[in-house]
């Protein structure tokens, strides 16, 4: 199992592919899934769009100055617990192709990391000290094989020399698989507890930056960011490669 993937991580190295996007022909390999033309075409948010500042929503319409930019809230986001999240862009096109395809390889290209990392280092962001990925639970982990946060957050932390710590937080119970077909609320109750901090004095005073490949409704890192500030973290942030339009 273990060497089929290494296997296809290495062939996908190794020899050019066609864009997941388009089917053309991927340019150059650091572009991972699509070409660039598809890349271009994604809307990769780029610090000046207007967006909630706690939550990261776009707010299409709206044009602020930027020195009231921190003070945009969409106010849905308000019962939320982590202090900012971020998506390096929507969930479409080439970030779209990127999330389907870290779901059966643990791979990342390195302009998905260039996009992560640049998103990592605006504020507030940029005052993460710790870098954790969204676990998911042991037996989720073991019929995939890993745990697509995980390599999320080893190469983002591997780019930003900022460590990754992937042991404090567990998941202690739930499958997301059930909870396709639930409204936001019953999402919310569905992951509300099912995070624990296995190891509160490494967290303590930490601000996290905690990754995952999608944000849809924020209940799971929502639920995370209760466990982690009920241990004493400082601020916990958020990073995923892509989020809905809403
Ligand atoms: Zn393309
Ligand atoms: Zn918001």
Not at 22 to 33: L, W
Not at 103 to 111: A, D, E, I
Not at 205 to 230: Q, R
Request: charged residues 25%; positive net charge; proline residues 4%.
């Amino acid at each position: 199992m273990l060497l089929t993937r290494v296997y296809d991580a290495l062939l996908t190295v190794a020899y050019p592919q066609s864009c997941l996007v388009c089917g053309g022909s991927v340019e150059e390999r650091r572009f991972g899934v699509a070409c660039q033309a598809c890349w271009e075409a994604t809307q990769v948010f780029d610090a000046v769009e207007t967006i909630c500042w706690k939550c990261g929503a776009l707010s299409p319409g709206i044009e602020v100055t930027p020195d009231v930019r921190r003070e945009v809230r969409c106010r849905r986001c308000d019962a939320q617990s982590f202090a900012a999240a971020r998506a390096v862009g929507l969930y479409e096109g080439a970030l779209r192709e990127s999330v389907l395809r870290l779901k059966r390889q643990p791979h990342l290209s390195s302009h998905l990391i260039d996009l992560l990392a640049a998103a990592a280092q605006r504020e507030p962001l940029n005052t993460a000290t710790r870098i954790m990925p969204v676990p998911l639970h042991d037996q989720r982990t073991r019929e995939r094989g890993f745990n697509q946060a995980t390599a999320i957050a080893e190469a983002l932390a591997k780019r930003l020399k900022i460590p990754v710590d992937a042991a404090s937080l567990e998941r202690v119970r739930g499958s997301e698989k059930y909870r396709a077909g639930l409204d936001p609320k019953a999402r919310r109750d569905s992951v509300a507890g099912a995070f624990a901090v296995r190891h509160p004095r490494l967290v303590d005073t930490e601000n996290i930056l905690l990754v995952d490949d999608v944000f849809t409704t924020g209940a799971t890192v929502n639920a995370c960011a209760e466990a982690l500030l009920a241990s004493g973290t400082g601020n916990v942030f958020v990073l995923t490669i892509a989020r809905g339009k809403s």
